[in-house]
Structure formats: C-alpha cells, structure tokens
C-alpha cells in the first residue's frame, strides 16, 4: 500500500507521517513538502492514499487532488487542514475523509476504515527472490540452500527472463558459456533441472515452475521479486536500487545498465 502525505508545514508533516506509520506499518509512506513534487512523483507512480492539507502555496491541496486522481482514479483523497471552512471544498473531489490538525493516529485509523475506494492489496507470496545484490531465494522467509550451484544459477536465469520460456539448447549455452553442441551437456542441463525441481518440491514452492515440451519458466505471479517490483515502479525500490543486479553472475553483467537508464528515464 502507497501512502503519501504533503504539507507545506514541515512539523505538521512529521506529525502525520509519524501517524500513518503507527496505524499501518506495512505501508509504503513518502512525505512532500511541496505539493509541486508530489504532483510530479503522482505522475509516474502508483499512490493508493494521498493525505493532503489543503491550504498550500502554489498549487492547493483541492487542485492537487484533482492532478493527482488524473493519473491514479483509484486514489483515495484525505485532506487536512486546521480550518474547518475548507471542509466543503473536500467533497468537489469525492475525497474519503476530511481530518482537523492536529491530526491524531486515532484520526488516521479511523480514515483507512472509511475509504472510498478499497485497496487492492497484493496477493502474499511464498517465494521472495533477491535479484539486487547477490541473488538468493527464501521460501517462507527462510533462505532456500542448493545443493548444486549450477542448479541455483539455472533458477536465476529463469528468474531474469521474467516468465519468458527457456529451451534446454538455451538453458545450456548459458549455463556452460555456448557449449551447446555437446550432447553431455544437454543431458546435463536436464541433471540440473531436476536438482532444481527436488530443493524447490523440498521447500513446497515448486509450483512457481512452468514446464512444458522442452521449454521452462517461471510463474511470474507468484514470486515477490524485488527486480519486477522495481520494474512496476515501486517507489521503495527505486531508492533501494544502488547498481547491483544478480552479482553472482556474469551473463547478468549487462542488466544494471538498462536498470539504471530505466531510473535516469522516470527522473
């Protein structure tokens, strides 16, 4: 769940953050104290809250609402302010709430459980793969151990295709850098995915595994990656990445480089 609040009083911005964070802190929550950057962040990102003050320099919290649900319709609008004459103004844009500084966590709870427009919340996942930095997979939380690493490596790789199928031909030119003229090494492949199949089945999440005739891929639904929720523009990713992708590997060498001019292009 994103969350962002904006008030031009930095004190009273901190003082609703620090609310929101108490009431739900699972939430994903950035604060602005221009409403001019908040507009701009709304432009290229999901927000499924936005707390507002309405009395505001340069652009008001009635028109950033309205900027802001022009990119997100399903936003649910909440203003403050510490006039209560402003209240009216809320309803022009079908806003959830309207709350009265200073504003209390109570406030803030009872605003979530009245919103206007439900929170499609994200299907929980068994898997998490880590694709920032050296790549690792948890199941339930607990990191999951492979008894090959070329069995792990392969499971990156079809990670890194993002549900795109595989062949065997491809899986080994990959895996053993372009030897895929040698049968052995075919057979090998195939030694490789079953080791891979097995330490999944064993943690209970093989079924993030797609195979068909002589193709393989990953289930892309249901696995929490941090390299796909970076690719849907998740704010908390965009400021976690630091220019390392599946160090592990060389094959993924290239990756950082389109990762960072898809950061420089949502500037």
């Not at 990953?218 to 970076?230: A, E, L, T």
Request: charged share 25%; hydrophobic share 35%.
């Amino acid at each position: 769940m994103n969350i962002i609040a904006v008030d031009d009083e930095y004190l009273q911005l901190i003082d609703l953050e620090f609310a929101i964070m108490e009431v739900a802190p699972e939430a994903n929550v950035l604060s602005f104290e221009n409403p001019l950057i908040a507009e701009e962040f709304g432009r290229e990102n999901h927000i499924d809250i936005a707390y507002l003050d309405i009395n505001m320099p340069g652009l008001n919290g009635i028109e950033l609402a309205k900027k802001l649900k022009e990119t997100n319709p399903g936003i649910n609008i909440i203003f403050s302010t510490g006039y209560d004459e402003y209240a009216k103004d809320s309803y022009t844009v079908k806003a959830s709430d309207f709350l009265t500084k200073p504003i209390t966590a109570e406030a803030v709870k009872n605003s979530l459980q009245h919103l206007r427009t439900p929170i499609e919340t994200r299907t929980a996942h068994r898997m998490r793969v880590q694709c920032f930095g050296n790549f690792d997979i948890f199941a339930d939380g607990n990191i999951i151990y492979f008894p090959r690493q070329k069995a792990k490596e392969l499971f990156a790789y079809l990670i890194h295709k993002r549900g795109t199928s595989s062949t065997s031909k491809e899986l080994c030119a990959v895996i053993y850098d372009g030897n895929v003229s040698v049968k052995s090494m075919e057979k090998q492949i195939q030694s490789i995915i079953s080791t891979m199949m097995k330490t999944l089945k064993d943690a209970n999440v093989d079924d993030v595994i797609i195979k068909n005739y002589n193709s393989i891929s990953i289930d892309v639904s249901k696995v929490d990656c941090d390299f796909y929720r970076y690719l849907e523009k998740d704010p908390t990713l965009k400021q976690g990445y630091i220019g390392e992708y599946m160090t592990n590997y060389t094959w993924a060498e290239f990756r950082p480089e389109y990762l960072e001019a898809s950061l420089e292009k949502d500037r």
